[in-house]
């Protein structure tokens, strides 16, 4: 099973030009990818509804799209509205069927300067050939370390595991379950996004833990980086003038997965944004 932590930056590339389709290049490499910073409906991209055209230029493959927020993106002509919304968040695409989904808003914090957007996290259940499987696609804030502690407390105290619904149907007259069992909401998780954090870091702390004493010791429930010790860089950008080349891009999986982990890697020759698309291999 091939997975894929992917920031797109809404199709424009490290060049600075919009290409959509290098993006979706990039994605049908992947067995599952998470994807971040989706467009629909901005002017930057042309208005374009990038979650329904990566749909149609990877027909063969299962998504959801959850964005963060919306805002009015409507026209009017002739007195006739077209209804549309701007929106911005993440998305996750699967080889297989996405069972169900839900979307996780994280704290924002008001600010004066710079810009701060509200993020969020999308969860899904992916029905894959060995059961299903739990993936979160994440995009932590960019701002600061207190924010992005919180946004990580909340998402933990929000991943328990228990699915859209749990229990059974004490209305069936209403239909809610429209007749099917309790879904699936595996505890496992793997967790693949924009963390905005380095390894070693506060944040990146607080996702993995501590390190345990004993050498080689996995907590249960535990996440763990596919690509601790790596020395990978999954972004590259130019700040104050300098290039600077970061790992900010991380996939954490579950500690029971850790030992089916194969190749981690990421693609430092893409061009299809600036981030560069973070790879892992897992045996499941």
Known sequence: MRLLSFNMQYGFGADGIYDLTRAAEVIAGADIACLQ?????????????????????????????????????????????????????????????????????LPLMAMLDPINTQTCALEACIATPSGPLRVISVHLAHVGVGERLAQIATLK???????????????????????????PCPAEMIWMGDFNSEPGSAEYQAIVGEVPYHPGARYRGALVDAAAGLGLHSHEKVIAGVRRL??????????????????????TS??????FPLWADLAL
């Open 246 to 267: 970061r790992q900010i891009d991380h996939i954490f999986v579950d500690a029971s997965f850790a030992p089916r982990l194969g190749r981690v890697w990421a693609d």
């Open 270 to 275: 893409c061009p299809a944004s600036d981030h």
């Open 157 to 183: 105290a929000a991943l328990l595991p228990v699915g859209p619904w749990s229990g059974t149907d004490d209305e069936p007259t209403r239909n809610w379950t429209e007749g099917q069992a309790e879904p």
């Open 37 to 105: 910073e989706v467009d629909r409906h901005w002017s930057r991209t042309g208005f374009d509804d990038q979650p329904a055209l990566l749909q149609n230029m990877l027909p063969d493959r299962f998504t959801v799209y959850g964005p963060g927020y919306d805002m009015d993106a409507s026209t009017v002509a002739a007195g006739q509205v077209t209804n549309r919304r701007r929106q911005f968040g993440p998305m996750i695409v699967s080889r297989w069927p996405v069972l169900w989904s839900r979307l996780h808003l």
